[in-house]
């Protein structure tokens, strides 16, 4: 089996093994949240978009299956869950974080809804702890976009901006 990289899209998860890798486009106020097993190497890649499931303003204030991969909550547990039934042990779990920019300028900066960036990047840090997940590297904040490249293999996780040197974590 060849090598190949598996795209994230927006409010995705995606689980791979080496030597596959994991990659993600555009994250602006998303945080693109990589977990793995530091002895295994399997690993999963989530492009969160809203911190939270339970504010959503949707008919039935439910989260339905398709959309779960949007919010922090919701997909951080998911990609738990998914790793866990591929083989991954929950102890061996630790991650990487990066994204969740302040894109906008526009309006006022106190206006929460131009927040959304450190609020992604909150929630993310507050599900992993709650999970007992280590974060171990972050590229976070910032008002520039990223793309992300995870190799499980390697347990690098390779960030490209246009506005910024590239760099490894």
Do not use: W
Request: aromatic content about 6%; hydrophobic content about 40%.
């Amino acid at each position: 089996m060849s090598d190949s990289i598996i795209k994230v899209n927006m409010a995705d998860i995606k689980i791979c093994r080496p030597p596959d890798m994991l990659k993600t486009l555009g994250l602006g106020s998303c945080v693109g949240v990589v977990i793995y097993d530091k002895r295994s190497h399997i690993s999963g890649m989530a492009h969160i978009m809203l911190p939270d499931s339970k504010y959503i303003n949707d008919k039935e204030n439910i989260v339905t299956e398709t959309n779960r991969a949007k919010f922090a909550d919701t997909a951080i547990a998911d990609m738990v869950e998914m790793l866990i039934k591929e083989g991954a042990k929950k102890h061996n779990l630790v991650a990487k974080i990066a994204g969740g920019a302040h894109m906008y300028m526009y309006g006022t900066y106190d206006n929460q809804i131009m927040h959304v960036g450190e609020r992604n990047i909150e929630a993310v840090e507050y599900c992993l702890k709650k999970l007992n997940i280590k974060i171990l590297a972050k590229d976070v904040g910032g008002n520039y976009g990223r793309t992300i490249i995870f190799d499980p293999e390697k347990c690098i996780l390779h960030i490209r901006s246009a506005q910024k040197k590239n760099i490894e974590i």
